[in-house]
């Protein structure tokens, strides 16, 4: 029995059964759905794109994996360089691993470890204070437990209540004078401050200005506390930035999603020198361990590789940009009752509800429509595909309107 996501299994609705995908679409066997969501945000190429099938392809003929305990290969050497290419500033030091939930845990424990490598005196005789993260309300990172920790959605994460209080995260809004605030009291203690940059996925689609992100990095630089960037729901174009470290440069960007195009699980936790530097030591308790069995999975690299020249060679950049002018040409001044907001940002647009018995029964009713829909609590958003045509994108809108209007 396949135990589904975010599912009570003994009332959940029989899923729709995937027989073919190709470009935007999902085909069951009576309905063909263009999928609004992009697989949880990630097919940026959409289905069966033939250069990334073939990179995935061409590899597996070689050899589709070899760990990297004492072993590397050309595709995880060409993909870290890439990687420091793209990356803005000194953000070059690429750790490896096959989620985006484990690749923030990887991105917290650099954190912790950064200050414990730094400070080992203080931590052998019991006078380590860093042991705090900040992080914002409604954040998501993951559900592995430190993400779920750094978490703050008790939709996903009440499970945490079984040991009471969170001790060692701080959450707040993102506003600058709760930011100032949390610095001024805690700085002493924090070893990061960690952000969904710009767009709160999960937590609700949540969009905010690039300020509050200047003025933390401002913060971490007078407080000497690392930020890291949680890119990988906004990472490769989403915030209609390619990446929102272009605009503000953390010490530590975690990538997902995106990053292999969909194509296979990998994520990749990428470090600027200061924190590198902190562990590249002669002691061997300021290495680094931690080993994720696939990381650096060698299929994962060769279609990463391949869907960066896409990226580039395409100029996605600009299908977003379209994407989002046709957004807010559609829905710019959409207001009927029971809507709390419409929110558009790069290849996002959320619209939020009052009451989430609001959404009930809008999958069916897009279903039968032709778009595959997946809205969550009070949220009914789109994340298509880049690739996404003009009367594909109308029809996803078209769809959403109609459900309130109808």
Not at 53 to 66: E, N, R
Not at 191 to 214: H, P, T
Not at 314 to 328: A, F, G, N, P, T
Not at 329 to 350: A, K, N, T
Request: negative net charge.
């Amino acid at each position: 029995m396949i135990w589904y996501p975010y599912e009570q299994m003994k009332t959940m609705k029989e899923p729709y059964e995937i027989i073919d995908a190709n470009g935007v679409y999902l085909y069951t066997k009576d309905q063909k759905l263009i999928d609004s969501v992009s697989s949880w945000w990630c097919m940026i190429h959409g289905y069966k794109h033939p250069v990334l099938t073939q990179a995935i392809k061409k590899q597996a003929d070689q050899f589709s994996h070899v760990m990297l305990g004492g072993l590397t290969h050309q595709p995880v050497e060409k993909l870290s360089k890439k990687l420091a290419e793209i990356l803005p500033g000194d953000l070059d030091y690429c750790f490896f691993s096959d989620s985006g939930s484990v690749a923030v845990e990887v991105a917290l424990k650099m954190a912790l470890q950064y200050y414990m490598n730094l400070e080992k005196e203080a931590v052998k005789e019991g006078n380590f204070k860093r042991t705090k993260i900040l992080a914002l309300t409604h954040a998501y990172h993951g559900d592995t437990f430190k993400t779920m920790e750094a978490g703050d959605d008790d939709d996903y994460h009440f499970v945490l209540e079984a040991y009471g209080d969170k001790e060692d995260v701080i959450h707040i809004p993102t506003e600058i004078n709760a930011l100032e605030d949390a610095f001024h009291k805690y700085h002493e203690e924090l070893n990061c401050f960690i952000v969904e940059s710009l767009l709160q996925g999960a937590g609700g689609m949540r969009m905010y200005d690039i300020s509050f992100l200047k003025k933390a990095r401002e913060l971490c630089d007078k407080y000497g506390v690392l930020l890291i960037f949680d890119e990988v729901a906004t990472g490769f174009g989403r915030t209609g930035n390619r990446f929102v470290a272009d605009l503000v440069q953390p010490d530590i960007i975690v990538l997902g999603k995106a990053l292999v195009g969909g194509y296979i699980g990998h994520a990749a936790t990428v470090s600027n020198k200061k924190v590198f530097d902190a562990f590249y030591d002669d002691d061997p308790q300021k290495a680094l361990m931690h080993g994720p069995t696939f990381m650096g999975n060698a299929l994962a690299c060769s279609v990463a590789l391949a869907s960066f020249e896409l990226f580039e060679s395409e100029d996605y950049m600009s299908k977003i940009k379209r994407i989002e002018e046709i957004s807010h040409r559609e829905l710019d001044g959409f207001m009927v009752s029971g809507i709390r907001e419409v929110r558009i940002m790069g290849g996002c647009v959320c619209i939020e509800v009052e009451d989430a018995k609001m959404l009930e029964g809008y999958q069916k009713f897009a279903y039968d429509r032709g778009v595959f829909a997946r809205p969550f609590l009070k949220y009914l958003y789109s994340m298509v595909p880049y690739i996404i045509e003009e009367k594909q994108l109308v029809q996803i809108f078209d769809t959403m309107k109609e459900w309130f209007v109808h």
